[in-house]
């Protein structure tokens, strides 16, 4: 931690969907670290759950993630178009 005082302020975050840019979903932070404990702990860190805690309770994440974890803020996901080849897809999906 590089503060003053030794901690940082909380962040803002979200609390609902809309307030995420787009393509993006507000992934609760309790949801995001329920699923993270979920997996098996040599995965754990490939599912951050940063800046966690919020102000708000939420971070905004990719809206491709939601459906995956199930961890939208009201337990909803927002609807997001899909692909429809392989081609649109990252090289890691």
């Not at 040599?42 to 759950?49: G, M, Y």
């Not at 800046?51 to 974890?69: F, K, W």
Request: glycine content about 10%; overall charge negative.
């Amino acid at each position: 931690q590089d503060s003053i005082t030794g901690s940082c302020p909380e962040d803002k975050g979200c609390s609902q969907h809309t307030e995420c840019g787009d393509s993006q979903y507000c992934e609760s932070c309790a949801g995001c670290q329920e699923f993270q404990m979920s997996l098996r702990e040599e995965d754990r860190p490939n599912w951050p759950c940063d800046p966690c805690p919020t102000h708000h309770g939420g971070i905004c994440e990719d809206a491709r993630l939601c459906q995956l974890a199930n961890d939208g803020v009201g337990n909803t996901c927002p609807l997001v178009q899909g692909c429809n080849s392989h081609h649109q897809c990252q090289p890691d999906e």
